[in-house]
């Protein structure tokens, strides 16, 4: 077998293009939305709390959040010109900027905040424009490598939410009986229905578990439904509220962060795709970039962080076998009705750390196993792609376990490399770069189907392509 499809078998039920009836593909939808919703609310939140200038604005901030993922979202799914993947890639704000976002609000404001990531989001759009220039130093081993750390790096999120209490575990009522049977519910019911029924069961897996285990939380009366009672009915978005400043030390830094979110959303891409049976093409991944960059200069003008795409959703679409991407236009349609209307999505956000955490935890595994996935299909395990996986593994692994190896370096150094995504991803790209044999760099050279050159005109010189 040649081209995309080479050496890969198709896990999906629904593919791209296939459009469910609306009765399933409405709680479909919806069930994207709930296996991104608290980490698509959580970095507005937890910034509120920390940039003392936008203490009090966490409502604003959370609705800005989901009126901007839910507008990238639908646009990834029915793209405008070349922004757009046209593919079910769910997009939310991004846990990668947080930690220097807050410094930079803290030290110049928030204004700067939004400033540097109107600034720097071209970034992204450059890589995706320019990306048949580059597109070489992204193999599936790459993008594989990024893939499982994404996965690995989201496990130990996924088990203090399961703990019940996403801030870990010096938080009261963490690992409580309560939390691990409402977190053992979701997962047992999701696994179940996944694995021992067929159908719409099956596809609806994750959306029945959270169901289910929520009812069971308020039959507890561990939920706390005071916030839906507080919430308004409309949210009126209002551009540039807090206004844009730009620091040029804060717009290099988030440059560099676009950078690492671009290979993670080739690397979501590639995931995602890589259910169908095929690998991303050209066009799927530059549509990608580009609208991440768009979609996050959008963002940044309504007050809303960096968007880029969900890796629990790439999971979702591994284990549920749902890659419609008409069921994630659903989805971004649920994310605007929940961002327009606060006291719906007060609803969805009172829901109980434990009984997300159940349904995370598959999502997160089935990450790593899309990654796995990608590598296995494509990359021959030989002496030097099993050296470049073990050490990019291993280093990014490394320092997400012991970030104290960086304490000496700088707090720039440590913000960046602390990340198992950058260093990994990057230990990845180099080796790839550095060692013989690959498809870029020194020694002889191989292509990867879906991604290979175009010969040159001539039809003279061009490396032959392995269809083998």
């Known amino acids: 077998m040649s081209g995309p499809e080479r050496n890969q078998q198709s896990v999906v039920l629904y593919d791209i293009e296939d459009k469910p009836p609306l009765g399933k593909a409405i709680p479909l939808g919806i069930q994207h939305v709930l296996a991104m919703f608290l980490g698509n609310v959580a970095p507005p939140l937890i910034l509120a709390g920390a940039v003392g200038s936008v203490t009090g604005e966490t409502t604003f901030l959370v609705q800005m959040a989901l009126i901007v993922a839910g507008i990238a979202t639908i646009v990834q799914a029915y793209p405008v010109g070349p922004v757009g993947a046209r593919l079910p890639v769910v997009m939310g704000t991004s846990f990668a900027f947080l930690g220097p976002l807050i410094g930079i609000g803290n030290q110049f404001g928030i204004a700067a905040v939004f400033g540097a990531s109107l600034l720097a989001a071209p970034v992204e759009v450059i890589m995706g424009i320019s990306f048949d220039r580059f597109r070489q130093y992204f193999p599936p081993l790459v993008t594989g490598i990024v893939v499982m750390l994404i996965g690995l790096t989201l496990i130990p999120t996924g088990m203090n939410y399961a703990a019940g209490a996403s801030a870990g575990p010096s938080a009261e009522g963490y690992g409580s009986f309560v939390n691990l049977g409402l977190a053992g519910l979701v997962l047992i019911v999701t696994v179940g229905l996944n694995q021992f029924f067929e159908g719409f069961l099956r596809v609806i897996s994750v959306f029945v578990g959270i169901v289910v285990g929520y009812l069971v939380a308020l039959a507890l009366g561990v939920v706390d439904l005071s916030a839906v009672a507080a919430a308004g009915w409309v949210t009126v978005p209002v551009p540039l509220k807090y206004g844009l400043a730009f620091e040029p030390s804060a717009v290099v830094t988030v440059a560099f962060l676009y950078i690492i979110t671009g290979m993670e959303t080739i690397g979501d891409i590639s995931g995602t795709v890589s259910a169908t049976g095929r690998d991303a093409t050209r066009e799927e991944i530059r549509g990608g970039l580009i609208a991440d960059g768009v979609m996050s200069v ?133 080796l790839n770069i550095v060692f013989p044999g690959g498809s870029v760099g020194t020694g002889p050279t191989e292509y990867t189907a879906g991604l290979e050159p175009s010969p040159p005109e001539s039809g003279a010189g061009a490396p032959p392509v392995d269809d083998d």
């Open 298 to 430: 959008f963002g940044a003008v309504f007050n809303a962080l960096p968007n880029t795409s969900f890796s629990q959703n790439v999971g979702l679409v591994n284990f549920t076998g749902v890659a419609s991407r008409y069921v994630a236009g659903i989805g971004g349609v649920a994310l605007l009705a929940l961002g327009f209307v606060p006291k719906v999505g007060a609803v969805v956000s009172a829901m109980p750390d434990a009984v997300l955490g159940g349904g995370a935890l598959i999502l997160f595994a089935m990450i790593f196993s899309s990654g796995a996935r990608l590598i296995t299909q494509n990359v021959e395990l030989d002496h030097r792609n099993s050296t470049i996986l073990a050490m990019s593994m291993a280093l990014g692994l490394g320092v997400a376990f012991r970030p104290e190896i960086l304490q000496n370096f700088p707090a720039e150094v440590q913000t960046l490399f602390g990340s198992a995504l950058v260093t990994g991803g990057m230990a990845a790209l180099v």
